[in-house]
């Protein structure tokens, strides 16, 4: 092969005593997508960071670009060697146009006045190139996040970077926008930008990955080229073991005498919002495990906050064990034994500043009260210590804040506050998303004993794999309608490409 | 070059070192947080006790920096609940104002007299909870609520005694503003209004760190949307905290009109909403909420009241001692805005 673009040769980088990164090399081609994968913690960002500019790596470190050495300092740094990263969270201003956001620090003027013209005119060439729906002068808040990843892209190649680094770039998108994002990162491929694709999810790198780079606790752990790309391979190299069922699924309530008995424990009978969901009924049973699939923008979320009374509903009603319930708020949703766990868990879930103590015993500090609104601070204790050792949240102690703990813990801990209800339902929101690895496949006992024990558990999820592994049946979304549901068969697994099908609609062509 | 990739071992980085220098740190920041600026208030008490030639540390003069704490304590314990979830209430000045009025008039029907204290602490909590009312369930931001209450209480406070000044020299209970309470006789008494403050300071520390009402007090100032769809009332909280800010507010009025023995609705309590702003923040609660202890409050209460009374004891003039205060509010919020670097919400 030709030059690397990016060469990285023993790269370390110490934060007081403790090493983030040890000794990683990374090389880069250009025209090259290398996919870099690890679980949380591994190292991926602070690589990222000294790439960036953010971080200054240990010295002995060494960055070569097209074979000389470099010193990136500073995020100016990054972009002067032709490193751009799209972040997660994009760094959009919503309220300044697609020009404006492009352009942004480096405003062209003429005499001194913005030159708002000559900056959409230089903006043009670069939208149509990337095949952009949308014109230089619309505001970016009136963008979609597919767009807006567009907006983000655009800005990096006008600044003629060379080598594009995306983090999780999916996780917002719907199916449809994620394929044409991965067709567009074919396309910079073919005209030479080499791409560093950060992700959590093996089917991307399957679909886009020329060579994989995996990280562990800092460290390189290999690369793989195209054609060794296995998912076993990948999930080894990141965990540093067999995970040999990665999704647990033990308890079958067709096997169980006591989960089909009877009413389902909830029923949403024609429910609607007047807005995002149009008239859905779904049911549930004690110790089923229900998947609500769809595309990102079908509704899913929207009806899970109808049936917890975080939104009102417009017209239908939903029942529990056979008795229509009024449910206006979450508090309510809580009485009669529904627990919601959000998909948003910094921004709706968890209290970022508040002790995993509090954050576990939130919801029951009420019941658990003495004299009618004491806290029982042993009790609580008690609780948060067990949630820690049932679940392996790992933290220092109980008392650390939430917020210091990684997205898996995180994730645990939210768990922990809504199982310490004991609810009868649990409707889970994309549980296992920003978790890694090792928690996701904790987290799918955990739903699993939860089924054992008789709790009907409905699972939001984009992660087909997820749905399929741990449910016993799928209901699947489109467009705020049920498009339909699939059912487990006694030998069969449930199909992607069937759920796929009527998420996007294409099975009305078939017929 | 890939061949060994799953294979090779490495060694990792012991992870349980990370977290233990992890907890290390979080335990400085926690104890530097809950220390606060304990430091300083004791700092500045040696020094003004040495640019003062030893006049600050003496029993009538540490008598005169707490009494003169006192009401700022009060509020700034009201103001603490409310800072605590992300608001602001700019209207206790006023309120406290409104109260008094309100207790002094009250006071001078003979029948009713000794009525007086509860009803301007009733008057204060009243106002507080029509703040509260207009937060929670209208929805509007509490400072523009609370900017409208400052000027609209106001007024109410000068209308009640149609503008003037209304005197009560024979006010019952006057001993709270002015008496003291004998601890061990002719050695250590403390100011009735020092007793009230501490009492308040104490009753606020139970409501907030043992209560459930206090745990969903800083659910609310930390993530808002998180707290309502954990099933938290969100609106009861907010009317509770305004009212209490209203409540403490009243007590605050009637401390002062025993003080006094008067009260003037255009004077009483003009800017007082400010000193017990700059009491919360020096106290390090966070100005976004979700952050913050009682005991913070009182350190910040009596930062203000030593530097009034240092700066006039070393002989600063009244002019200067507007400037230096006002750079110490600036201060505090820099402050606030370094200790926030550190936490979690970045």
């Given at each position: 092969m030709s030059e690397p673009i990016l060469e990285m040769r023993r790269v370390s980088k110490s934060f007081f005593s403790i090493k983030a990164l040890r000794d990683v090399d990374l090389t880069v081609y250009a025209g090259e997508i290398h996919a870099l994968m690890g679980e949380n913690g591994a190292g991926k960002s602070t690589l990222m960071k000294i790439l960036s500019g953010a971080y200054r790596p240990d010295p002995g470190s060494e960055i070569r670009i097209d074979g000389q050495p470099v010193q990136i300092s500073g995020p100016l740094g990054g972009r002067a060697a032709g490193i751009a990263i799209i972040y997660q969270e994009l760094s959009l201003a919503p309220n300044l146009s697609v020009a404006e956001n492009i352009y942004l620090g480096r405003e062209l003027s003429r005499g001194g006045l913005l030159a708002r013209e000559a900056m959409q005119a230089g903006v043009g060439p670069i939208l149509a190139r990337l095949g952009a729906d949308f014109t230089p002068q619309t505001q970016v808040a009136n963008l979609s996040m597919g767009q807006r990843q567009l907006v983000e892209i655009a800005r990096a190649l006008h600044a003629r970077s060379r080598i594009l680094i995306m983090d999780e770039p999916t996780t917002a998108l719907s199916a449809g926008e994620s394929?044409?994002?991965?067709?567009?990162?074919?396309?910079?491929?073919?005209?030479?930008?080499?791409?560093?694709?950060?992700?959590?999810?093996?089917?991307?790198?399957?679909?886009?990955?020329?060579?994989?780079?995996?990280?562990?606790?800092?460290?390189?752990?290999?690369?793989?080229?195209?054609?060794?790309?296995?998912?076993?391979?990948?999930?080894?190299?990141?965990?540093?073991?067999?995970?040999?069922?990665?999704?647990?699924?033990?308890?079958?309530?067709?096997?169980?005498?006591?989960?089909?008995?009877?009413?389902?424990?909830?029923?949403?009978?024609?429910?609607?919002?007047?807005?995002?969901?149009?008239?859905?009924?779904?049911?549930?049973?004690?110790?089923?495990?229900?998947?609500?699939?769809g595309l990102v923008g079908a509704g899913r979320t929207e009806l899970a906050h109808l049936i917890i009374g975080a939104a009102p509903i417009v017209s239908g009603h939903v029942e529990i064990e056979g008795r229509a319930v009024s449910i206006r708020t979450p508090g309510e949703a809580l009485d009669a034994g529904i627990a919601y766990l959000t998909e948003d868990r910094k921004a709706l879930g968890l209290f970022l500043d508040m002790s995993c103590l509090d954050n576990i015993n939130l919801a029951v500090l009420g019941r658990d009260a003495k004299f009618g609104g004491i806290l029982d601070r042993d009790k609580a204790r008690d609780r948060a210590k067990r949630a820690f050792a049932g679940l392996g949240i790992r933290a220092a102690n109980v008392g650390v804040p939430a917020g210091g703990l990684s997205g898996g813990n995180q994730q645990k801990v939210l768990l922990s506050r809504l199982l310490a209800i004991g609810p009868k339902i649990l409707i889970l929101d994309e549980p296992t998303r920003g978790v890694d690895v090792g928690a996701k496949s904790e987290i799918y006992s955990i739903i699993d004993n939860l089924a054992k024990s008789g709790t009907a558990v409905l699972v939001i999820s984009s992660d087909l794999p997820e749905i399929i592994g741990i449910c016993d049946r799928v209901i699947v979304m489109r467009a705020g309608h049920i498009a339909g549901q699939i059912r487990r068969g006694p030998t069969s697994p449930l199909s992607q490409e069937e759920i796929m099908a009527l998420a996007t609609g294409t099975e009305q062509l078939d017929a | 070059?890939?061949?060994?990739?799953?294979?090779?071992?490495?060694?990792?980085?012991?992870?349980?070192?990370?977290?233990?220098?992890?907890?290390?740190?979080?335990?400085?920041?926690?104890?530097?947080?809950?220390?606060?600026?304990?430091?300083?208030?004791?700092?500045?008490?040696?020094?003004?006790?040495?640019?003062?030639?030893?006049?600050?540390?003496?029993?009538?003069?540490?008598?005169?920096?707490?009494?003169?704490?006192?009401?700022?304590?009060?509020?700034?314990?009201?103001?603490?609940?409310?800072?605590?979830?992300?608001?602001?209430?700019?209207?206790?000045?006023?309120?406290?104002?409104?109260?008094?009025?309100?207790?002094?008039?009250?006071?001078?029907?003979?029948?009713?007299?000794?009525?007086?204290?509860?009803?301007?602490?009733?008057?204060?909590?009243?106002?507080?909870?029509?703040?509260?009312?207009?937060?929670?369930?209208?929805?509007?931001?509490?400072?523009?609520?609370?900017?409208?209450?400052?000027?609209?209480?106001?007024?109410?406070?000068?209308?009640?005694?149609?503008?003037?000044?209304?005197?009560?020299?024979?006010?019952?209970?006057?001993?709270?503003?002015?008496?003291?309470?004998?601890?061990?006789?002719?050695?250590?008494?403390?100011?009735?209004l020092w007793v009230i403050a501490l009492l308040v300071i104490l009753v606020s520390w139970l409501v907030l760190k043992r209560t459930v009402l206090g745990v969903h007090i800083y659910a609310v100032g930390g993530n808002e949307s998180a707290a309502r769809l954990a099933g938290i009332n969100v609106w009861a909280v907010l009317i509770f905290v305004y009212g209490v800010s209203g409540l403490l507010a009243g007590l605050g009025g009637a401390m002062q009109a025993a003080r006094l023995y008067a009260a003037n609705g255009l004077q009483l309590g003009q800017s007082y909403e400010l000193d017990a702003i700059t009491a919360v923040i020096l106290g390090g609660t966070s100005f976004v909420g979700g952050i913050g202890s009682i005991w913070g409050t009182l350190v910040g209460a009596l930062i203000i009241a030593v530097l009034s009374n240092g700066l006039i004891l070393i002989g600063v003039s009244d002019v200067w001692q507007y400037v230096i205060k006002g750079l110490v509010i600036i201060g505090a919020v820099a402050l606030d805005r370094y200790r926030l670097q550190g936490s979690a919400r970045t």
């Open positions: 394929e044409r994002l991965f067709a567009l990162i074919r396309q910079l491929r073919a005209e030479g930008l080499a791409i560093i694709y950060i992700s959590h999810r093996m089917d991307e790198v399957y679909a886009l990955g020329d060579r994989v780079t995996v990280l562990r606790d800092g460290t390189l752990v290999g690369s793989l080229d195209k054609g060794d790309i296995r998912a076993d391979t990948i999930v080894r190299m990141m965990v540093g073991r067999d995970v040999s069922s990665f999704y647990k699924k033990e308890h079958d309530p067709r096997n169980d005498p006591n989960a089909r008995s009877g009413a389902p424990v909830l029923a949403a009978i024609d429910i609607a919002d007047g807005r995002r969901v149009k008239g859905c009924s779904l049911t549930v049973h004690a110790g089923e495990v229900v998947g609500l699939a | 070059m890939p061949e060994n990739g799953a294979s090779s071992s490495t060694a990792p980085v012991a992870p349980g070192l990370a977290a233990a220098q992890e907890t290390k740190r979080q335990r400085t920041r926690m104890i530097i947080r809950a220390v606060g600026m304990l430091p300083v208030l004791l700092l500045l008490c040696i020094g003004f006790h040495v640019l003062s030639d030893g006049r600050f540390f003496t029993g009538q003069n540490i008598g005169i920096v707490v009494q003169q704490s006192a009401v700022n304590t009060v509020l700034a314990a009201g103001m603490t609940f409310v800072i605590l979830t992300g608001g602001i209430d700019l209207s206790v000045g006023s309120i406290l104002a409104a109260s008094a009025m309100a207790g002094l008039i009250i006071s001078k029907f003979p029948d009713l007299g000794v009525l007086w204290l509860p009803a301007a602490v009733l008057t204060g909590a009243v106002f507080g909870i029509l703040n509260g009312g207009l937060i929670a369930l209208l929805r509007l931001p509490p400072f523009i609520v609370t900017l409208g209450s400052l000027t609209a209480v106001r007024g109410a406070a000068r209308l009640l005694g149609a503008d003037t000044t209304v005197f009560n020299p024979s006010i019952p209970y006057a001993f709270i503003g002015n008496g003291a309470l004998t601890l061990i006789p002719g050695v250590l008494s403390i100011p009735w």
